[in-house]
Structures are given as structure tokens and as C-alpha cells.
């Protein structure tokens, strides 16, 4: 083989194993941070164990580049590591028996060795290719992130994900191994190395502490650049896994692209250098901008939004490791490990200063602006370098004016669709490290609404009064409920609820992001006022006679260290097959709070059936049932609430209000039907005692080794109100395990409740028929309208049924009074019109839609009234005319020269 040859396939055999080994060190780097939550708590977690991998990943780097002719040798070793050690790994950090010590120790490890391949192959022919190198192993970590941490967890679990990794390491430290053995290519005879690059011209050599100073600050200030487009990405495209992994994904695409395009661009040496800090300096200003571009490309597939997103800000930041690497010189693998050594301090400042500690105090764009502002030092750090001082110097400038314009910006966050809807009027936004909390007066639904990063976490409309079962129901089970936690505070609803019991005398409410217990004084009404002491007087638990304490922090974790605590735990988190929410259904989750329960304890889950597809909803349920050697599961309007206990409880009738009693607490279970034990039983409709049979053949546990439902593809469409009518349980009469003791109470009522269900079941699949999906096979048999009559038959006085018919008709009067004005422009058709639109007004008085409708039918027979319902509208929807309904009640009024609404709406 000529030496030429032999040059070519070492450094192809290197350009390969750089991206197998990326794809092995992202793969492991995001299957590690995400299993990191379990033992060091949500949020805190990541950040953590990110922070401990890329650190001990730099070291790797340093230490390899000092390998010298020890190189082919140490790749093999690391493959070889990898390969078996990446699952045990995995295996320390989710069960987490080590400590967090133990934890960071085992995430470090495999960052370590991660980090031997890069400088090591960096050497012979592929030592001319640096910046070739690092764009492949980017290009590989992104099929890491995407193919490894996301498609492999979702087919087949975390530890298959590991094995996987280790795998791609071990073909990594192979083909590295191949590319640097001298013996390999050039024969027993020959001592030589294969030639190495010739030492390239500096034009302006970047002195050492410059280097370093580039390659910390620079890695600093892209960690940061990094989270803020992670924040972003979850509310322009959802906080869902598809989301985050397109973000991340597209991140490393991104940095991918500029190691690769940007260096043979830019200058050599020091003024190259200085070039790439004024990039990244007018990079880092694309998030004040970019809300003007991503609608443009709404309607794209979400891995080209993503690109869209991150290309343009994180691009430069991919060539400075390259772009420094030029003008260092020297060595090339020991010059690079040299370099890499000091993104461990960047790391270690970058992200975690972002997310725990400035975003926190000062908001997301003011914390991009203070690491914007270490991008000026870095340039200043050039400056003294040969033919570098000009463009240093406007590096320097840029930087610091990109960090005066993000300090001074309006919040990203608040220009993402979620926050931006016109039908939203603002009550409070802040940014903490977990969340964008927002309170916001929701006009079209007439609600206040919580959303956390742009997600309806809570509100205050019909369709939550669930919440308030959520924190009646296991208490009026309990003999003695002296100590709650309620797991996700969201609007206080539960706790209010649970405030009214006088049994009770401490609640601890289980929360993770400050900013939501600060929201809690806007829902005032609806929490009972039970938070009124506010921050930080809650967070002090030293006060025995205290009745509501907050314990800020993952609620996992505070269930974890409170062991036979308490004689209730209610659990509200974020949706099951959310990144942030999947950990507190598995079956670990379960056991975890079952051990935090005092001796005939109960554990009180939320499940929404409405938002799961069957395969996810069924898992779910599997996962409680196995936790608990019995459970049940209830029923208010459409969500579910399961109940898990050591032993089956019982309805005691002392724990429910007399019929005279006029309290606030009987008023409150009146209203929702729990007023006497055979009401609350009558909202069975599921009862199980754990056994095998409960699993059959390729039934896939949720387990926190795999939290598949979190990776399965998103859906979309009106395909989703399916969800309701596959999902909801209507309760089957014939079961004893059903009727006995628990409906035999109130059995009319028990039918007419099993009827509600099967209504319920026929308009969502009605719902779906109407928008061109049916249900195959149909399990919503018959009419709504006769489940509906059925229920209203049994039970005429219960809450539910009677609440189920105003909406249906409320439905059926707002589309009848819009389908009528669209019917023609005569004021035969505003007259009939009217009536319909009046009731419905009548019955949602807090909707501005329905009163923009009624606006619209008076203005088109002349009414002088039809002013004063706009005035309505608009009262409860200021932009009502930038909305939808807003825009369509125009449509269908008279011409503007006659009526001029949309001049008070805009």
C-alpha cells in the first residue's frame, strides 16, 4: 500500500470514528442528564450531571492530547470502557443508591472516557483536517441526540439506549485505533510516523492565556446561548420530548455547520479568531428577531423549525474551538486536548450560571446579555495578539452592544405564540429555572389560566373543577387525615379544597418552581387564600402549629425523604407523557409515594384520559395498579382520579356533612356530589386488585429504565378527540368487585352516573365524526342526547349530569346562532340568530365571543344594543378583534360604514 493510500483510509478510518465517537458521547451525555432528574431532582438534576459531563469530558480531551504514541492504545481502552461500563452507568444514576455524589461520580466517568477520543485522533494525516474532525463528531453527536438518546429510548428503553452508546464507542475506539496504529499502515520495518501536518504561517499567533480565555468564555457564553434556545423551543414548539430533541438535535447541526463552514471563511490566527467572536456576538441577538421568521415556516416539519431556530444563533460558536485550535499551533491532538481542558470551567460557569442563578433572579434575556458580556472579555483577551487589535477591539463592541440590547428587550418568551395569544390579557409573567410562568385573563374562555411555558397547567374555568375533587375525595376516604401533601400546587385549587377539611393539620405542598407559588395570590379565590403568607414565610416548616408549608423542589425527591409522612398524597403533576412529568407516573414513582405514607395512607393520582392515546393511558394504569395492592379509580366530568392503598378503604358517613349543614366545606361537596357516601361511590368506576393477568404478552412496563410514553410520536389533528371516547371507563354494572359495598349505596344514581360516561363517550366520538375521523371499532355506541336523558332521569339532582346538559346545549346554541348569521346577510337570518346566541350568552355570560356574536346580529337589524355588547366583548377581550371569533364576528356583521367595532378592538 502506497503511503499516499495509506494516509487517505487512516484519516477517513479517523474522520469515522470522530463521528461514531460523537454519537456515542451525546447519545450517553442526554441519556444520563434526563435519568439524572431521578436522583437529584427535576431541573437541578440535568443542569448537574451536563455540567459534570462536559467538564470531565474536557479533562478526557487534556489528557489524551498528552497521549503521544499511546494514542491507538488509548482509544482502544476507551471503546473497550465504554462498551461495558455506559450501562452500569446508567444503571448507578437512575437508581441512584450511590448519592449524588455517586451519581455525578458515574456520569464523570463516562465523560472522561468520552473525551480521550477527540485529541487522540487528531494526530498523523487527520491533523490537517481539525475543523473536519470537530464537525463530524458534532454531526455524529447529532445522531447521537436523535437517533440514540430519543429513537432507541422510545423502541426499546434507557438501558438498550446505553448499550447502544457503548457500542458506537467501541466501533469508535476500533476504527481509531485502525487509523492511528503506525504498524497498521506502514509495516513492522518502517519507525516513522505518517506525516504529519506541516506547520502552518500564523499570521498573528494567539498567545496561551488568549487561547484559553476564548475557548472558556466562549464555551461559557454558548451553554448559555445553548438553554436559552432550549427554553424557547418549548414554547414555540411545545415542551414535549419531539420538541426538545429537535431543539437539541438542531443545536448540534448547528455548531456542526459553523466548524465546518466557517473557518476556511475567516482569516487566520488571532484576527480569525476575533472574526468568530463578532459572529457569535451578532448570533447571540437572533432571539430578539426570530419570532419575525419562525411564523413564516409555522407550517414545516419541526426538525427544519428547530434548524431555523438555532442555525443562526449557534453557528459561530461552532468554529472557535477550530478557529483557536488554527492559531494556537503546535501538536496538533496535544494542542486541541490543551484547549478543550479549558471548556471544563466554561461548562461549569455556562449553563449552570443560566439556569439556577441568573434566569432566576433577572429573567432569560438579561441572562443571556451577562454571558454575552464574557464574550467582550474574551475579545479583549485578543487584542494584544499581532494584526488582531482592530477587529478585537469591534469583537468587543459587539459583543457589548449585543448584551445592551438583550438586557434592555422585552422577554423572548413573551413574543411565542403560547404567550402572545390577542385573546390573553397579562397578569404576571416570570422566568425561574424551570419554567416561564404566566397568569394571564383568558377572554375567549373567560377563565385565569396558568400556563408554564406557554402549557394550560391550571385555570380557574368549569372544565378544572376536578381539582377540587382531587383534594375532597382521599380525604373523605381517610378516618384521620392529619397530614396532606399535595405534589403540584398549579393554581391552589386542591389546597383550597383541602383547607376546608378541619381534620387536617398540616398540608405540604410538593412544588418546583418558585414562580408558581409566587403566581398564587392572582388565584386567591379558588385556593382559599390558603398561600396568603407568600414567600419565603411558607418555606419555614420550624413553626409546628404552621398549617401550609411550600417544599420547593423536585416532589419526587421531597416524597423520597419523607418516608411514613403522611396520611394523604395527592399527585397533579404535568401532563404523563411529558420530559418533565413521565417520572412521576412510573412505577418507581408509585412505590416512592406509597413509602411516604403513614400506616392506611392513601395516594391520590390524576389521569387524563381526554389527552393519552390508549397504549399510554393503559401503561399508566398499569403502572398504579402494580404499586398498590389496591386501587380504584373515580370519575369527575372527564378526568379520572385514582386511588391506591395498602388495603381497601371505606366511606364512613361521619366523615360527610349532615343534610342541614349549611358549612362552606358541605356547600362545596354539594356542588360537586360528593355529599354523602353513596354520591362519592356512585363515581366509581373502576376497582382492582393487583395480580399477573394484569399484563399479557407485549404489554411494555413504565418503569423508570423506560419511560417510553415520553418518546412516542407526537399526534396532532382531530384524531386526539378520539382519546376520550377510547379511554374513558364507564364501569361495568355486573362487576361485584364494582358494586359491592361501593355503589350499592345510591345504585339509581350509581346507573346514571355509568350513563354520563357513555354520553360523554358519544360526543367525543360525535365531535371527531363531525371533523372526518370516526371510531374504529365504535366503543361510543348510541346518542349522547339518550345517555344524557338517561342520566338526567336516574339522577335529576346530581351536579354532573345537570352540568353535562347546560354545556351540550350552550354548544348547540352558540353553533346554531353562527350557523344562522352565516346563512345569509337578511335580517331574517339575524333575527333567528339571536335567540339562540342570547341563551348562550345567558349561560357562558364570561365568554367575549358569544357576546361579539350577539354584537354581530343586533348591528345587522340596526339595534342600538349591538354597541353595548361589543362593549361587552371587548371588556373581557380587549384584542378581541386580532382573535379568530373576533375576526369572524366582523365577517358576519353589517359593512363597518354602518357599524365600526373593530376600531374599539384593535
Not at 372544565?463 to 397530614?483: C, I, S
Not at 354523602?676 to 368506576?685: E, S
Not at 423508570?704 to 389533528?717: C, F, H, M, N, T
Not at 359495598?741 to 344514581?749: H, I, N
Request: net charge neutral; charged share 20%; hydrophobic share 55%.
Amino acid at each position: 500500500m502506497s503511503r499516499r493510500t495509506a494516509g487517505t483510509c487512516s484519516a477517513a478510518l479517523a474522520l469515522l470514528a470522530a463521528g461514531l465517537a460523537g454519537a456515542a458521547g451525546l447519545g450517553l451525555q442526554v441519556n444520563l442528564a434526563s435519568a439524572a432528574s431521578l436522583p437529584l431532582g427535576a431541573g437541578t438534576g440535568p443542569a448537574l450531571a451536563l455540567a459534570a459531563f462536559v467538564a470531565s469530558w474536557a479533562l478526557g480531551a487534556w489528557l489524551a492530547g498528552r497521549a503521544g504514541e499511546r494514542a491507538p492504545a488509548l482509544l482502544l481502552s476507551a471503546g473497550l470502557a465504554l462498551a461495558g461500563l455506559a450501562p452500569l452507568a446508567l444503571l448507578a444514576v437512575v437508581r441512584g443508591t450511590l448519592g449524588a455524589p455517586g451519581v455525578l461520580l458515574a456520569v464523570g466517568v463516562v465523560g472522561l472516557l468520552q473525551g480521550l477520543f477527540l485529541p487522540a485522533l487528531a494526530r498523523g494525516r487527520a491533523s490537517r483536517a481539525v475543523a473536519l474532525l470537530f464537525a463530524l463528531n458534532l454531526a455524529g453527536a447529532w445522531l447521537g441526540a436523535f437517533g440514540i438518546a430519543d429513537v432507541v429510548v422510545r423502541d426499546s428503553g434507557r438501558v438498550s439506549a446505553a448499550l447502544v452508546a457503548g457500542g458506537a464507542a467501541l466501533a469508535a475506539g476500533l476504527s481509531g485505533w485502525a487509523a492511528q496504529s503506525r504498524r497498521l499502515w506502514t509495516g513492522p520495518a518502517t519507525a516513522s510516523a505518517l506525516p504529519s501536518a506541516p506547520a502552518e504561517r500564523q499570521d498573528g499567533p494567539l498567545g496561551p492565556c488568549a487561547g484559553a480565555l476564548v475557548v472558556g468564555l466562549g464555551t461559557a457564553w454558548m451553554g448559555g446561548v445553548e438553554w436559552t434556545l432550549v427554553r424557547l423551543g418549548a414554547l414555540w414548539f411545545g415542551g414535549m420530548q419531539d420538541a426538545l430533541t429537535a431543539v437539541l438535535s438542531a443545536s448540534l447541526a448547528a455548531l456542526a455547520l459553523g466548524a465546518a463552514l466557517l473557518p476556511p471563511l475567516l482569516p487566520r490566527g488571532a484576527r480569525g479568531v476575533a472574526w468568530g467572536l463578532a459572529a457569535c456576538a451578532l448570533a447571540s441577538c437572533w432571539i430578539l428577531v426570530v419570532d419575525r421568521v419562525l411564523p413564516g415556516v409555522a407550517d414545516a416539519p419541526l426538525a427544519l423549525r428547530a434548524l431555523v431556530l438555532c442555525v443562526p444563533a449557534l453557528a459561530p460558536f461552532g468554529a472557535l474551538l477550530p478557529l483557536v485550535h488554527r492559531a494556537r499551533g503546535g501538536e496538533s491532538g496535544r494542542a486541541l486536548g490543551d484547549l478543550v481542558l479549558h471548556e471544563v470551567w466554561g461548562a461549569c460557569l455556562g449553563i449552570p450560571l443560566v439556569q439556577l442563578v441568573l434566569t432566576p433572579a433577572v429573567g432569560l434575556a438579561p441572562a443571556l446579555a451577562a454571558v454575552a458580556a464574557l464574550g467582550a472579555v474574551a475579545a479583549l483577551a485578543v487584542v494584544r495578539a499581532a494584526r488582531a487589535h482592530t477587529p478585537a477591539l469591534a469583537a468587543a463592541v459587539a459583543a457589548l452592544a449585543a448584551a445592551a440590547l438583550l438586557a434592555r428587550a422585552e422577554p423572548p418568551a413573551l413574543r411565542a405564540p403560547a404567550l402572545a395569544n390577542p385573546a390573553f390579557v397579562l397578569r404576571s409573567f416570570a422566568e425561574d429555572r424551570d419554567f416561564a410562568v404566566t397568569v394571564v385573563d383568558d377572554g375567549l374562555l373567560g377563565e385565569r389560566t396558568l400556563l408554564t411555558d406557554g402549557f394550560r397547567a391550571a385555570g380557574t374555568g368549569r372544565d378544572y373543577r376536578y381539582m377540587r375533587v382531587l383534594g375532597h375525595l382521599p380525604l373523605l376516604l381517610h378516618p384521620h387525615p392529619g397530614r396532606v401533601a399535595v405534589l403540584a400546587l398549579g393554581t391552589g385549587t386542591t389546597v383550597g379544597a383541602v383547607s376546608l377539611h378541619p381534620e387536617v393539620e398540616r398540608i405540604d405542598v410538593l412544588e418546583i418552581s418558585r414562580a408558581v407559588v409566587e403566581a398564587a395570590p392572582l388565584f386567591a379565590a379558588h385556593n382559599r387564600d390558603a398561600l396568603a403568607e407568600g414567600l419565603p414565610g411558607l418555606l419555614d416548616d420550624s413553626d409546628a402549629a404552621r398549617r401550609v408549608v411550600v417544599r420547593l423542589g423536585d416532589g419526587r425527591r421531597s416524597l423520597r425523604e419523607s418516608p411514613g409522612a403522611y396520611d394523604v398524597v395527592t399527585m397533579e403533576p404535568l401532563l404523563p407523557d411529558s420530559p418533565f412529568g413521565v417520572h412521576l407516573y412510573t412505577e418507581e414513582a408509585y412505590a416512592v409515594a406509597r413509602r411516604a405514607l403513614k400506616p392506611g395512607g392513601l395516594v391520590c393520582q390524576w389521569v387524563p384520559p381526554h389527552a393519552l392515546e390508549p397504549a399510554t393511558y393503559a401503561a399508566l394504569h398499569r403502572a398504579f395498579w402494580r404499586a398498590f395492592p389496591w386501587s380504584a379509580t373515580f370519575v369527575s366530568g372527564t378526568q379520572e382520579i385514582l386511588i391506591g392503598a395498602e388495603r381497601e378503604p371505606a366511606f364512613d358517613p361521619a366523615r360527610f356533612p349532615a343534610p342541614d349543614d349549611a358549612g362552606e366545606l358541605a356547600r362545596e361537596l354539594r356542588e360537586l356530589g360528593l355529599d354523602t357516601p353513596g354520591a362519592a361511590g356512585a363515581r366509581l368506576a373502576r376497582r382492582e386488585r393487583w395480580d399477573a393477568s394484569h399484563y399479557t404478552l407485549g404489554d411494555r412496563r413504565l418503569t423508570d429504565l423506560d419511560p417510553w410514553i415520553a418518546y412516542r410520536p407526537r399526534r396532532a389533528g382531530p384524531e386526539l378527540l378520539l382519546d376520550l371516547a377510547r379511554n374513558l371507563p364507564v364501569g361495568d354494572e355486573s362487576d361485584p368487585l364494582l358494586i359491592a359495598p361501593w355503589q350499592a349505596l345510591e345504585p339509581k344514581r350509581a346507573e346514571a352516573l355509568r350513563a354520563l360516561r357513555r354520553a360523554r363517550r358519544a360526543h367525543a366520538a360525535a365531535e371527531a365524526r363531525l371533523r372526518g375521523v370516526l371510531l374504529t371499532p365504535d366503543s361510543a355506541a348510541g346518542s349522547a342526547d339518550e345517555h344524557l336523558a338517561r342520566a338526567l332521569d336516574l339522577a335529576p339532582d346530581d351536579p354532573e349530569p345537570r352540568a353535562f346538559a347546560a354545556e351540550l346545549q350552550f354548544l348547540a346554541d352558540l353553533r346554531a346562532g353562527v350557523a344562522a348569521l352565516a346563512a345569509g346577510s337578511a335580517r331574517d337570518a339575524a333575527l333567528a340568530a339571536l335567540d339562540p346566541l342570547t341563551s348562550a350568552a345567558l349561560a357562558r355570560p364570561e365568554r367575549a365571543d358569544v357576546h361579539a356574536y350577539v354584537a354581530a346580529a343586533l348591528a345587522r337589524i340596526a339595534s342600538p344594543a349591538a354597541e353595548k355588547a361589543w362593549d361587552a366583548a371587548l371588556a373581557r377581550c380587549p384584542r378581541l378583534a386580532q382573535t379568530e371569533p373576533g375576526r369572524r364576528a366582523l365577517e358576519l356583521g353589517p359593512p363597518l360604514g354602518a357599524w365600526k367595532p373593530a376600531e374599539r378592538g384593535d
